[in-house]
């Protein structure tokens, strides 16, 4: 059965505090909502989200003569469905598309009301935690005061553990997949070297691109190719690509027909890997947005519960009462296995009920939206247990 | 005592022809040799450099009233020098630029006799083959018929493995470090991102650039941020940078002084490693010819010696007769250590005298560059070995 979802849309007029101690003045979340919120409402799992997705979390759309769109499938629709690893016939699952993103909610592209144009550079910068507060006054709005699970990967997994410190009581279980309590200094310098692409542009007009017309596609095109370089690993990347040459133009993508002579040039495509990545780069520039891309990877820089405890990581999660499952991937050299570890040390050092897993996948940072048994069987029988103790939550047996 | 350098250049009237088939008409070699010559000529060590060196291996400049020019000292002078490492009392080194880089040799920023105009882009695309090529027509007129070694890292790596295959019986001894038989599909990756950073910049101008008076600064700066990232280990980034924030306008290095809270923003420099690697950016955008960067990129790119041989490596090496050290660095991602062993493996497989170390050193690829003293002991041992091996040769008793 397809899942047909529904993008909504929720309006608040209320100014929202950020933890810049800036304000934004009213503003919009988009989301979607699957399965159904039962009785007592103890079976709500938020999904958060990573740097380029949205509230579009499972299922395709739908257009007005009712056929399914072409691409429209959600993030992590592999994961999340009627009978997939997070079963909707069982969970009512929210995706939220995050303050300052570029796919529906309030963001830069959007109309500032006090200056009647664009954000644009004006956007205030948000954090992990500002998402979580304004993710937290959307439930309050579904009226749902305590989720059953929160789960997210990547930066979608920082919010999950902030969650945890942010409302305690409002999380019984977080899933934080292949993410980190906070960035390296590496991590911080391709963002730096992305953001460095996009502001330099000469069309990026400090912001202003929308008053002009353009969009600084040159810079999100790099942007984007070192992102992707990063979600891969070395080995997929080999076993994939290798050192082959691109195709002759007009020649299929059988291998056989590969080029073996090479070409001797500087700025023509001459391995398989640069035609991917030009690829990548022309399609993400096609609709990502600019300021959106600065917001984003600043929220990924800033996000640190263990700062206002001078690095104590143990200290920042002690107000954590969630129980928690963290996955991590072998290969994934962006969230590498020990930052998922530093956190498992700490809930343990907290006497937190904590479950770790460590799949050795090929696949690098992006393991975490593919498909690996492994990988979803563990996110399926921890969802289990999650429902047998809501079984026991309504039965009073716990 | 002071080594003083002195630039030499060698002209070349006879066309060159190229790999890839075309010819450069007529160039010049920069050159700088260190110590004497001896009598059997047996003492010469050709050393080879990377993407971002030169001919300018060890000492320093000196104006024409003797005294010593300020940050002149030459990329290697750590390891070669008199009574260094590699000792220049005992050998005589050589150091060359390559052709196509901008510090010397004949390169895209001058005049092309075709044209009477810079070649630009029209400088023909060279390999490390044609290098060896052109390094060899060097020693021919220095009077050089075998190399006591030849010793470089990184891409020096690749240029003195590939003179063991193109002239066997001119080399003794190949010293190849922190290298590796070709570049990943990562390490392409890199590249390109540089290159598109550079191309797209609307001040390359195609390459012609010069004619408009300009410099595509801004791609030079991403790709030598993206470079710097690629050169140093997560490990001593964390150690030098870490999560730092930079210092506050007007307040010292000293970390006392270090600002303590966020500044909220998504373009001004926020952590110290932005500003390390802007600062780097900058200072290369200053100095180094976008022209160069490419054809170097695509020197690394294009270097296989499996190529021919379908990929085997053992059979490429199998025309190698020089002995050889590998020295390889633990954390080194760039060219790590596996690639190196690659290389020991196919010589050993070919039965050839090879030794190889694997130095457990925290700073990444730069590391080749760097004192270690477990590193510079190994080479220094090596040298060793080569002069006794030189004192056998001149008595009669090899």
Known sequence: MTLIAQPLSMHFAKPLLLQSGKTIRAYSLSYETYGKLNAEKSNAVLVCHALNASHHVAGVYANESGAVEDKSTGWWDNMIGPGKTLDTNHFFV???NNLGSCFGSTGPMH??????????????????EDWVNSQALLLDQ????QLAAVIGGSLGGMQALSWTLQYPNRVRHALII????????ENIAFNEVARRAIVTDP???AGRFYDHGVVPKRGLRIARMIGHITYLSDDVMNAKFGRQLKNALGLG???????????YTTQEVEF???SYLRYQGDKFAEYFDANTYLLITRALDYFDPARKFAGD???????????FLLVSFTTDWRFAPNRSREIVKALLDNHRDVSYAEIDAPHGHDAFLLDDTRYLGIVHSYFDKILLENKNLETGNE
Do not use: C
Not at 253 to 259: A, E, F, Q, V
């Open 94 to 96: 929210i995706g939220v």
């Open 111 to 128: 109309i500032n009301p006090d200056s009647e144009k664009e954000y644009g550079p004006d956007f205030p910068v948000v954090t992990v």
């Open 142 to 145: 579904l009226g749902i005061s």
């Open 178 to 185: 292949a993410s980190a309590p906070n960035l390296t200094a």
């Open 203 to 205: 069309e990026f007009h």
């Open 253 to 263: 993508d059988d291998k056989k027909t590969l080029r073996a002579e090479y070409q």
């Open 272 to 274: 398989q890997i640069e």
């Open 313 to 323: 990581l143990k200290q920042a999660l002690s107000h954590a009462v969630a129980k």
